[in-house]
């Protein structure tokens, strides 16, 4: 019984936080008024960012993958979720698009869930590079090392370094992507077609990597598994999920299932805040201070640890590869919350 009603408040207070209540009817006691209050902030903040920013046109969809050109620009959606599982949504949370680089923040959880976190650091390293996200001069700099597990070279290492046949590692990686986001995933064809068909500069840097000894497996199939990665398909409901399974110390909010080990978290979302979207790494953090990380199908995860997960979908991106839109709804819907975990007040 006393696990019972643990787990009754614990939902009472993820709806609080998204401004739904319960009566005492229902087995929870009537939220004070002063508590009321807060409550509705969250699901307030993802309405007026949603209404602020919906007919914004700023950025241009991705062209570079011929897939992700032909994805309508106005769709616009905004899932945020609580540790306790609740879900305050607005506009397009249903359509699907491809993961593309976010998938490299679960890709690495499952290398750190295996191997440990020693492995990465010490062959590809942790450092934002100061280069473009597909730089071939940052591999060479420092023959593969000083990259991360979030730009292309380090992320295809990362996929390399996944335990198994190429079978396995693929079965395993789409099933954690799976278990973060709550319901079972599956790769869009069209998508992964069309960025196998364009990759070249990925298979030299993967190749590249390889030579610099930064992983053992086949270069050739690591990339190919990396592509095919790129372009799991999600929806912002997915991306809210995955956040918010973040946020609650790598357990899934949804399912209850523990995803990865806690101890992870803090490093996964220590790479997330230094080199999570692109060269605009550092101006997101210090403008939000939260771990995120942006793919250029328009998606963008953000993470407030202990208070919430969210997840954007936005097609058009902006100069350095990040949503337009996702960007500023976040960082409105954040400010509304006070999610910025560097922001203390005094007493």
């Known amino acids: 019984m006393m696990q019972t009603n643990a787990s009754r408040r614990d939902l009472a207070r993820g709806l609080a936080v998204l401004g739904f209540g319960l009566t005492a009817g229902a087995g929870l006691a009537a939220a004070p008024a002063a508590q ?6 969250a699901a307030a903040a993802v309405k007026a960012a949603y209404d602020k920013y919906k007919g914004l046109q ?11 050109a032909k994805v309508p620009s106005n769709y616009f959606g905004i899932a945020l979720a609580t540790p306790q599982g609740a879900l305050a949504t607005a506009g397009d949370i249903e359509p699907t698009f491809s993961i593309q680089s976010i998938s490299k923040v679960f890709t690495l959880a499952l290398v750190f869930q295996e191997s440990g976190e020693d492995l990465i650091e010490n062959s590809i390293g942790v450092d934002a590079t ?3 996200f597909n730089s071939i001069v940052a591999v060479e700099q420092y023959r593969g090392k000083e990259m991360n597990p979030l730009v292309n070279p380090g992320a295809i290492a990362t996929t390399g370094m996944v335990k198994g046949t190429p079978d396995e590692v693929w079965k395993k990686i789409l099933a ?11 790769v869009d ?3 992964y077609k069309s960025e196998a068909d364009t990759n070249q500069r990925n298979r030299a840097i993967g190749a590249l990597m390889w030579a610099y000894e930064r992983f053992k497996s086949d270069p050739a199939v690591a990339t190919d598994i990396y592509t095919r990665q790129c372009a799991i398909a999600v929806n912002a409901k997915d991306l809210g999920n995955m956040a918010a399974t973040l946020a609650n110390g790598g357990k899934n909010p949804i399912t209850k299932k523990q995803v990865i080990d806690p101890k992870h978290v803090s490093r ?4 997330m805040a230094t080199a999570g979207l692109y060269d605009d790494s550092g101006k997101w953090l210090f403008h939000t201070g939260l771990p995120a990380k942006s793919g250029v199908g328009g998606g963008l995860i953000a993470v407030s640890p202990g208070k919430f997960g969210v997840g954007t979908f936005a097609p058009p991106l902006d100069a350095a ?3 337009v839109r996702g960007q500023k709804a976040i960082i409105d819907i954040s400010n509304a919350l006070g999610g910025n975990p560097y922001e203390a007040k005094p007493t």
């Not at 009321?36 to 902030?41: D, E």
């Open 36 to 41: 009321a209050q807060a409550s509705g902030a």
């Open 58 to 68: 700023e950025g241009k969809n991705a062209d570079y993958i011929p897939a992700l």
């Open 130 to 132: 100061g280069q473009v």
């Open 176 to 186: 954690l992507h799976s278990d973060f986001a709550g319901r079972q995933l599956s």
């Open 189 to 191: 064809e069209e998508v």
């Open 268 to 271: 996964l979302l220590a790479v």
């Open 321 to 323: 590869g990040n949503s």
